[in-house]
């Protein structure tokens, strides 16, 4: 392996985090202690670029390979895991329609996640199916002109408030996972209802279930090809998974950086923490996770940039940065000590909100099946 940063992306990465410090830092604790989502900053990111850095520059994108993106969601999230990550996540259902989708659909949909109108989103999950994707119900059946949707979905990020979703509906049952199909619907039609979900962290986030009653979607709308809609998926994981890898590890840098500037200043025992041997090994520990991490999460993203993604590795990032999160947060409220639980320290922010990266975008023991599969020689790429 033979990777580094090119001086383009060292020079965006100076930018991001003078950004991120300047505008999600201060704010954060306004966001989460209010629950409401971070418009402002969404807008301000998005004059700069940094919202679906990815898309091409005829959507108004900033044509960034995958490397680029991770350094932007990495630097939002260090600045702050609840606003870092809501601005990060605003892009979630642009890639089903920068891979799939036809030119009016780019047009009508990417444009307006870039310029920072909406944030988007895509509604797999539903109350019984998460973890098994084929077992979804919610239904997608032709009739003059386009498709009749019924069903629900759950835990869909910007659910209530993006102005379009892309949904994914069993279009044939019979089949299966090869009958799944993706359609981009719109929050206004006739049919779409959505409920905030309230959670444990990520308060600024908006996450809904969504509620689907003979929704009307027009031939149009219908993402790629039919039937293929779980296929276009695992495309989509290949890359969302070490964009949720990406936050992780942000949050982890975030958490371990301010607990290691208060290990210096807090005294005990007439000595600073960090000259206590306990607390020197749990910051040489959190230390050394968040560097293994970030090597698999930029080896991962370098390998897409190459055209060589590799579900395995997307995975083992995923993994690896999300379970880093949860650990290294949760040391960081501990060194912390009381403070540390109460509202006033960012860190305990940062401890609610990194438990979300072992669920989301497949469990941790999703990402352990798909790694197993791979290793097994069922997975070819
Ligand atoms: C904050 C948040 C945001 C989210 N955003 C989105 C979104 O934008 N879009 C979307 O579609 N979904 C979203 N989700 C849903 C998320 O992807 C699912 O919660 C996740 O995939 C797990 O599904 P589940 O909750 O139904 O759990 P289940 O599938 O019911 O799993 C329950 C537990 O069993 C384990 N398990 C399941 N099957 C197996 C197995 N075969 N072997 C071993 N263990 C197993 C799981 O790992 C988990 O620990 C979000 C969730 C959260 C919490």
Redesign the pocket.
Known sequence: MNFELSEDQRILRQAVREFAEKEITPNAKYYDEKAIYPWDILKKAAKLGYVAPDIPENYGGSNLDLVSCVIITEEFCRADSSVGSAIA?AS?GCPMIKYFGSDEQKERYLTRVTSGKTPS????????????VAAMKTRAEKTDGGWIINGS???????SISEWVVV?AKTNPELGYKGISAFVVEKEWDGFEARPIK?MG?NC?D?AELFFKNLFVPENNLVGTENAGFYQLMRFFNESRIGVAAAQLGMAEGAYERALNYAKQRKTFGRALIDHQAIQFKLADMFTSIEAAKLLVYKAAWLVDKGEANPALSSAAKLYASETAVKVTYEAVQIFGGYGYSKESEVERFFRDAR?GT????????QR?VIARFLAGKIKF
């Open positions: 996540t979630l989103a895509i509604a797999i999950t539903e109350p019984d199916a998460g973890s098994d979905k759950t835990f869909i990020t910007n659910g994914l959670k990520l986030h996450t979300a669920i989301y975008e497949g469990t941790s023991e999703i099946m």
